[in-house]
C-alpha cells in the first residue's frame, strides 16, 4: 500500500542540497534540481526565491550570506573520485555542523523544526509528479 502522508516524499538521486546561512547560523536547506544547479547555482549576496515543498502560499525571498554544498561526489560507477576524509576531519565535521546551528533546533525539550525549501523548479516539478499519479475519485 502506498504512503498517504503528502510530507514523506522520496527525492530522486537527481537533487542537489544546500545549506544556506543569515546571521553566522544555518537558516534552512534548499533541495534543487541537479539539471538546474548548473545554471541557476545559490551565490552569496543574490536573492532567491525559497517555497516550501507542499504548502503553496509559503513562499519567501531570502538573500544568504553564506552557501554550504551538502553533497559531495567520492564514488563514480565504482571509482573513487575524492579523497577519503579520515575519521578526525569527519568528526570535526560533524560537530561544527551541530554548532552552526540555532539553539532552538537543537535543544532537547520541544525543539523548532529546520525549516527545508525547494527551488521554483523542484517546486513545480514535484507538483505535477504528485498530482501526475494522485488517485483521481470518480463520482456518480
Given at each position: 500500500?502506498?504512503?498517504?502522508?503528502?510530507?514523506?516524499?522520496s527525492f530522486?538521486?537527481?537533487?542537489?542540497?544546500?545549506?544556506?546561512?543569515?546571521?553566522?547560523?544555518?537558516?534552512?536547506?534548499?533541495?534543487?534540481?541537479?539539471?538546474?544547479?548548473?545554471?541557476?547555482?545559490?551565490?552569496?549576496?543574490?536573492?532567491?526565491?525559497?517555497?516550501?515543498?507542499?504548502?503553496?502560499?509559503?513562499?519567501?525571498?531570502?538573500?544568504?550570506?553564506?552557501?554550504?554544498?551538502?553533497?559531495?561526489?567520492?564514488?563514480?560507477?565504482?571509482?573513487?573520485?575524492?579523497?577519503?576524509?579520515?575519521?578526525?576531519?569527519?568528526?570535526?565535521?560533524?560537530?561544527?555542523?551541530?554548532?552552526?546551528?540555532?539553539?532552538?533546533?537543537?535543544?532537547?525539550?520541544?525543539?523548532?523544526?529546520?525549516?527545508?525549501?525547494?527551488?521554483?523548479e523542484l517546486?513545480?516539478?514535484?507538483?505535477?509528479?504528485?498530482?501526475?499519479?494522485?488517485?483521481?475519485?470518480?463520482?456518480?
Amino acid at each position: 500500500m502506498a504512503c498517504r502522508v503528502v510530507s514523506r516524499v522520496s527525492f530522486t538521486s537527481a537533487i542537489s542540497a544546500t545549506r544556506v546561512f543569515g546571521g553566522g547560523v544555518a537558516r534552512f536547506d534548499q533541495f534543487s534540481d541537479k539539471v538546474c544547479a548548473g545554471g541557476c547555482a545559490l551565490q552569496p549576496g543574490k536573492r532567491i526565491l525559497c517555497r516550501h515543498p507542499f504548502i503553496e502560499s509559503k513562499r519567501a525571498y531570502v538573500v544568504p550570506a553564506k552557501i554550504e554544498k551538502l553533497h559531495h561526489l567520492f564514488w563514480d560507477r565504482g571509482v573513487v573520485c575524492r579523497a577519503l576524509p579520515d575519521l578526525d576531519t569527519l568528526r570535526q565535521r560533524a560537530r561544527a555542523s551541530v554548532l552552526c546551528q540555532r539553539p532552538d533546533h537543537i535543544r532537547a525539550l520541544n525543539p523548532t523544526p529546520y525549516k527545508v525549501s525547494v527551488t521554483e523548479e523542484l517546486y513545480s516539478r514535484l507538483h505535477r509528479l504528485w498530482l501526475t499519479n494522485a488517485p483521481v475519485t470518480e463520482l456518480s
